[in-house]
């Protein structure tokens, strides 16, 4: 069974910046589609962006010019970096595949944006 570790969250003032890192195990990373999703509360998850194993990439259009998905297929793990951040882009960010999540999900990173 696949399984990811999402790491890199924490609190920052709004246009701030933070890199998260998803690690996954298993082999099959290279062959697949990886997205990074968020949970705002009371709200449902969200995909934000995702990258091919080419890494051709696609955004959302509430992220697109202020956050970076990139991947190293050789430490099986995905990143986003994110910038300019808001106090809305407040949520729990996973990792999983996109579009068909690996059935276990991590447990995500905290972001935090607020002064």
């Known amino acids: 069974q696949v399984q990811v570790v999402e790491s890199g969250g924490g609190l920052v003032q709004p246009g701030g910046s933070l890199t998260l890192s998803c690690a996954t195990s298993?082999?099959?990373?290279?062959?697949?589609?990886m997205g990074w999703y968020r949970q705002a509360p009371g709200k449902q998850r969200e995909l934000l962006a995702f990258?091919?194993?080419?890494?051709?990439?696609h955004y959302v259009d509430s992220v697109k010019g202020r956050f970076t998905i990139s991947r190293d297929n050789a430490k099986n793990t995905v990143y986003l970096q994110m910038n300019s951040l808001k106090p809305e882009d407040t949520a729990v960010y996973f990792c999983?595949?996109?579009?068909?999540?690996?059935?276990?999900w991590g447990q995500g990173t905290q972001v935090t944006v607020s002064s």
């Open positions: 999983n595949r996109y579009p068909e999540p690996f059935s276990s």
């Open positions: 298993g082999s099959i990373f290279g062959i697949n589609i």
């Open positions: 990258i091919t194993p080419h890494t051709g990439t």
